[in-house]
């Protein structure tokens, strides 16, 4: 019982965030609720307006093209993510997986903004993609790959590709490569090991990367900003156009709320979907 | 040690040809060679590290060979993959596969084999018949006890035919009483399939009651290969002696040879021993001796012996009863000895001062390292 002391030191500062956020949480629920009164920057009486205002098609809108973005993001990175996390824990040479985990998580400590710079210098119509099919001659004129939703997605997916490796590799890392083993023994070449073994056991390390992928992307907002440009809006730049332009501080507050209600939604739903994986023991 | 050239025969399944196999630096096998008969069941015995596990996985193909060949069938292997070999192997953990049934795991090298349906379900119910799971096919292997889990794991490795069996310490996670019922059941049917197997193991117990043949290795090498009767009652070497069954070694001199056996003097008493390793030793070299717990007798201090101490411990064993007997003069030397029966118990009570005698045409002498 001597540890008792001890505890209460180590989550103190855990618990002190904690209080914050839950009251930074109530602060923008509270706000949510409360009438937007033009011209001033408190709020109004409370009123359920302003979540009866989130049915107007242009506010819908955003949050279908956030799901659509989310979604083809998140699908985008496990495809690409998947052949990166079994290379890095199948791949023998401790240079080569070196290689791969600096690729891998490099960009992890580039900051978004960062990387997204990058990509619109890549994606741009003078950009690294355009010159370089101009100068084939397979296009006439540039491409619009800015401001575009193919360009926020593609931008999204390198943002989000190290977090997926990471609960990737995680979960194949898990998988006894006595399973792979047991059936090559039993006349499986590697393509067959791959689809009946290690792939389905590697299917919750997929919901778990996919989940996180999705919520990850659900509150982008440097990205959309800068590649969609104002042409892709995702949530985030509703909420920083009517909080920091229209000072609408009450809508913008709902829409936070609404945003979080709607990835706690996606998430429960995946989770459910995905319970009979659970059973599965890789161990 | 080296098995005679013949091995590698017509009959021979599987055969090692002075294989060698390194980890970096570190050799894992060292020139082994080993032959494995058509049906015969041979052991790889050897504490952890001493190579047997490696050279199981050399023959199921999850590792190359540094050197020399590996034939299965007389066919060299070498650049065949693990999936064209033809083996079944039972892992340690069994590797059942977890998202499959009972009857969908067992299935799975006939899948591979594309094995028509009717055959290939028929095969699945002889298969789980013989391992006796018949009903459990649409269980899912988290839903088997320890011992369940291994049967579906014997009938899937049986259920294609394999060329070679490879057992990799298959019933180290079973408790006592039905690792025991499980050796039984696993060489029964080894024997009625007339199954090749390669079975890996830390435990001569198991060795010594299940094998044809058991190669005792250590250090990357085979020290001796022989049947159980052989490597218990003439061990090769000191490490074969003291690794394989109970052993008490008691440090002596060389006196002399006479004939084929040597006279050794432990302390104040000669004893006669078998003497093929000790040829050409000088005089009052030391010699180890090797004394099974069953090859002493323990008699009255005041009759004839070799050794004087007295009983420290006492373990009942049922059947036997093992005496720890403190030897008295020497530095506190302990020995382990066997008395069938029961009488041992209120004959040689605790503290007894007692002789023992040393079944000395039976012990193993090799010199001192």
Redesign the interface.
């Known amino acids: 019982m001597n540890q008792q002391p001890f505890l209460r030191i180590f989550t103190a500062p855990a618990t002190l965030c904690a209080v914050g956020f839950i009251a930074a949480m109530v602060a923008v629920l509270q706000y949510s609720l409360r009438a937007y009164v033009p011209g001033s920057l408190d709020p109004g009486g409370f009123t359920l307006a302003n979540f009866a205002d989130l049915l107007k098609p242009l506010y819908a809108r955003v949050f279908l093209d956030t799901v659509v973005v989310c979604a083809m993001t998140a699908v985008v990175t496990l495809i690409v993510g998947y052949p990166l996390a079994y290379a890095l824990v199948r791949v023998e040479q401790p240079i080569l997986r070196s290689i791969l985990l600096v690729i891998v998580v490099t960009p992890l400590f580039l900051g978004e903004v960062v990387r997204t710079y990058a990509w619109i210098i890549v994606l741009g119509n003078n950009g690294f993609i355009n010159s370089l099919l101009l100068s084939l001659g397979l296009i006439g004129k540039p491409l619009q790959l800015m401001f575009t939703p193919f360009g926020v997605v593609v931008a999204l997916v390198h943002v989000t590709l190290p977090v997926m490796v990471i609960m990737l590799a995680a979960g194949l890392s898990h998988i006894?490569r006595?399973?792979s083993?047991?059936?090559?023994?039993?006349?499986?070449?590697p393509i067959?090991v791959f689809l009946?073994?290690t792939l389905?056991?590697s299917l919750p390390g997929v919901v778990a990367g996919t989940t996180t992928a999705f919520a990850w992307t659900f509150s982008a907002f440097a990205t959309p900003q800068l590649i969609g440009g104002g042409r892709v809006n995702m949530i985030s730049n509703l909420v920083y156009q009517l909080g920091f332009s229209s000072f609408n501080f009450p809508f913008a507050a709902t829409l936070c709320v609404a945003g979080l209600a709607l990835t706690a939604l996606v998430l429960g739903l995946l989770q459910l979907a995905s319970r009979p994986l659970r059973?599965?023991?890789?161990h | 040690m080296k098995p005679s050239a013949s091995a590698e025969g017509e009959h021979t399944a599987v055969y090692f040809d002075t294989v060698t196999k390194r980890f970096d630096d570190v050799a894992a096998l060292n020139a082994v060679t080993l032959g494995v008969g058509r049906s015969e069941f041979v052991t790889l015995l050897g504490p952890s590290g001493c190579g047997k596990t490696t050279l199981l996985k050399l023959a199921a193909g999850f590792l190359g060979p540094d050197g020399g060949s590996i034939s299965i069938e007389g066919k060299r292997v070498n650049d065949i993959p693990t999936y064209r070999r033809g083996i079944g192997m039972m892992f340690q953990n069994y590797a059942l596969f977890p998202h499959m049934s009972v009857a969908d795991n067992v299935a799975y090298g006939l899948k591979t084999r594309r094995v028509p349906k009717a055959d290939r379900d028929k095969r699945v119910a002889d298969a789980l018949a013989l391992v006796k799971l018949k009903g459990m096919e649409n269980r899912k292997p988290r839903q088997l006890s320890g011992g369940q889990q291994q049967r579906v794991a014997l009938a899937r490795a049986l259920v294609i035919n394999p060329t070679v069996l490879l057992l990799d310490e298959p019933f180290s996670a079973l408790d006592k009483s039905l690792r025991t019922s499980m050796q039984v059941e696993l060489r029964e049917i080894q024997r009625r399939l007339g199954l090749t197997t390669i079975f890996v193991t830390h435990d001569q117990g198991e060795a010594l009651s299940m094998s044809d043949r058991v190669a005792v290795m250590s250090e990357g090498r085979i020290r001796q290969l022989g049947s159980p009767v052989d490597v218990y009652r003439s061990p090769a070497d000191p490490f074969v002696a003291s690794f394989v069954g109970d052993n008490n070694r008691l440090r002596g001199q060389f006196v002399s040879m006479q004939a084929k056996q040597a006279i050794v003097a432990l302390g104040d008493a000669l004893v006669r021993v078998p003497g093929e390793s000790l040829s050409g030793l000088e005089k009052s070299a030391a010699v180890d001796l090797f004394v099974r717990p069953e090859q002493f007798d323990v008699v009255a201090p005041e009759e004839p012996c070799t050794i004087k101490g007295s009983v420290v411990a006492q373990i009942y064993q049922g059947g036997h009863v093992d005496l720890q007997i403190e030897c008295s003069g020497g530095a506190g030397e302990r020995l382990l000895v066997r008395s069938p029966g029961e009488q041992a118990v209120l004959r040689w009570p605790m503290g007894a001062p007692v002789g023992v005698a040393i079944q000395a045409d039976q012990c193993s002498a090799f010199p001192a390292a």
């Open positions: 006894d006595d399973y083993r047991a059936a090559e023994s039993l006349g499986a070449g067959r009946t073994v389905p056991l059973k599965i023991e890789v």
